[in-house]
């Protein structure tokens, strides 16, 4: 069967099942089992897959069209240009934290070196991406789910996302900032934001990732909401994503803790998205 064929029918296959943005998500699947680029796709179109490939195609296709998010199918997913790995154990990197790196990294540009401690770090996301604009900061990435801790590790030495050489970036169990002592130049967090409510109308993906990365109690602040006072004991730069519906409260929580100058950044749909916060 042809490589086109193939293309052609699996688009097919994952419309039916409901699949958004179908013909991509099979080029970047069949990308991924042929180990070859997107774009590489097009120079192939009239090759002949062998057995062997149809067979292992098969399996990730049935497993996207069951609505599997396409990165724990390929274990990997694209942020901030670091291949990142993958799997139920963490929240998948989304663009819009992206955004919330793009702020960071100005931030750090103006300052001076010093520590950046990233809460609910997930995959390492925010932090690793920081670590590759500015390696001279040092970084800390604290979790509570030893899952998502293993899985930053992995992260942490993975050739698509491992730091620069000399760079210090340390991963930390710990129950949002309880315990931690002394100051940070930057503190970031993408904490879970969704209510339950949320989750449960949310695409199917996004209920594969693990509760824990998504909930934030019954208006989605739980967190946050912890988080915000005890940054300002240690920081005088906040960053948290949340979501468009929640920019203004989170703005307020911020002022109530001492953040004289607070500012609310959109997202890529130009939905607020990122408060930000300054002592001074």
């Known amino acids: 069967m042809k490589l086109l064929s193939v293309l ?10 409901g699949v958004p943005a179908a013909r991509l998500q099979a080029e970047l699947l069949l990308a991924h089992a042929l180990s070859l680029p997107r774009l590489g796709l097009y120079l192939q179109f009239e090759r002949e897959l062998n057995p062997t ?7 990730l296709v049935r497993r996207r069209a069951a609505r ?9 997913a694209g942020f901030c240009g670091l291949t990142l790995r993958c799997s139920p154990a963490a929240l998948i990197p989304r663009p819009e934290t992206e955004i919330l790196v793009e702020h960071a990294a ?14 609910g770090t997930g995959t390492g996301a925010i932090p690793l991406a920081l670590a590759r604009k500015h390696p001279t900061f040092q970084y800390l990435g604290l979790d509570i789910s030893p899952e998502a801790l293993a899985l930053a590790k992995e992260n942490l030495s993975a050739p698509g996302s491992a730091p620069t050489e000399g760079t210090k970036v340390e991963w930390k169990k710990n129950d949002l900032l309880e315990g931690i002592t002394g100051s940070a130049v930057l503190i970031t967090a993408n904490l879970p934001y969704l209510t339950p409510a949320e989750i449960e109308s949310a695409e199917p993906e996004v209920r594969h990732d693990p509760r824990l990365a998504l909930e934030g109690g019954a208006d989605g602040l739980d967190l946050i909401r912890r988080l915000i006072p005890q ?6 730069q906040l960053l948290l994503e949340c979501g468009p519906d ?8 911020c002022r109530e803790a001492g953040f004289t100058q607070v500012t609310v950044h959109p997202d890529l749909t130009q ?9 001074s």
């Not at 052609?8 to 099942?17: I, M, N, R, V, Y």
């Open 246 to 253: 929640q920019a203004q409260r989170v703005a307020s929580l």
């Open 271 to 279: 939905r607020p998205r990122i408060v930000e916060g300054r002592l």
């Open 53 to 59: 490939e149809l067979e292992s195609l098969r399996q």
């Open 106 to 119: 100005k931030i750090l540009a103006e300052s001076s070196p010093g520590l950046v401690i990233d809460v």
């Open 8 to 17: 052609e029918a699996t688009t097919g296959h994952f419309t039916k099942h």
């Open 231 to 236: 940054a300002a004991q240690r920081t005088q």
């Open 68 to 76: 599997e998010p396409l990165q724990h199918v390929t274990g990997s």
